[in-house]
């Protein structure tokens, strides 16, 4: 199910009695943080509210965030009960994630697994890929293989297995294949819009409460590249 809300600039890929599950833009930002922009999660609630006419509190619970920069699924719970047993299903890498990525430099392999040790820079908030573990590093591994070769860009089909922080962004970078306008991680330009070539593209779970597979795509941004793709 794809619903646009104009009212509330919303992409809904799915949304049912437990779950709501929407196409996050560039520049959204999933939850509140110090910027004091309004976030996602703001916004869904006043759909909800207004939707069903919900006097009072709305209930919505983040399972998971995606990058500022970054577009595609992001899944919000409508009640505690699915929050609690998504949040469960989420670190217990129960879901299959699937994400899109368009680079510039070639990587060396068709398709490959890469494991590396990220660690994490909280001053600047980012995160480096080291070969070997180093001292508060965390394991990170992500397949990827060459979906699409364009004239100077290649899109790349990524299978996460593990989450860590900009795992794909400082593991693409550490092959030389950063991700395109990812100033942070070495690409030498930005996107006219601010974010950069990484979309949510896929994710496939177990619903948390009538136990179905749930499988939802999330369409790539309106934009040139990403059409090519």
Do not use: C
């Not at 006419?53 to 619970?61: D, R, S, Y």
């Not at 600047?124 to 508060?136: G, L, M, Q, R, Y």
């Not at 996107?191 to 949510?200: E, K, M, S, T, V």
């Amino acid at each position: 199910m794809k619903v646009i809300s104009n009212k509330h600039n919303l992409q809904i890929l799915h949304e049912d009695n437990h779950l709501i599950v929407v196409n996050k833009r560039v520049g959204d930002i999933v939850q509140g943080d110090k910027t004091g922009d309004k976030p996602l999660s703001e916004v869904v609630k006043e759909y909800i509210k207004d939707k069903y006419n919900k006097p009072g509190e709305v209930f919505l619970g983040v399972v998971h965030r995606l990058d500022r920069p970054t577009t595609g699924i992001v899944v919000f719970a409508r009640t505690s009960k699915a929050l609690t047993r998504m949040n469960e299903l989420f670190s217990s890498r129960e879901t299959q994630k699937t994400y899109w990525a368009v680079v510039k430099n070639r990587p060396s392999k068709s398709e490959d697994t890469l494991i590396h040790y990220i660690k994490r820079n909280e001053k600047n908030n980012t995160s480096k890929a080291h070969t070997k573990e180093v001292p508060d590093s965390k394991k990170a591994s992500l397949e990827y293989k060459i979906i699409k070769e364009l004239d100077n860009y290649f899109g790349l089909e990524i299978q996460l297995h593990t989450g860590r922080h900009h795992q794909i962004r400082a593991q693409l970078s550490a092959i030389g294949s950063p991700i395109k306008g990812d100033l942070k991680y070495g690409f030498d330009r930005s996107n006219p819009d601010g974010g950069i070539h990484l979309h949510a593209r896929k994710l496939v779970f177990v619903h948390p409460v009538s136990k179905e597979e749930i499988i939802i795509t999330a369409p790539t941004p309106d934009e040139v590249i990403w059409k090519a793709i």
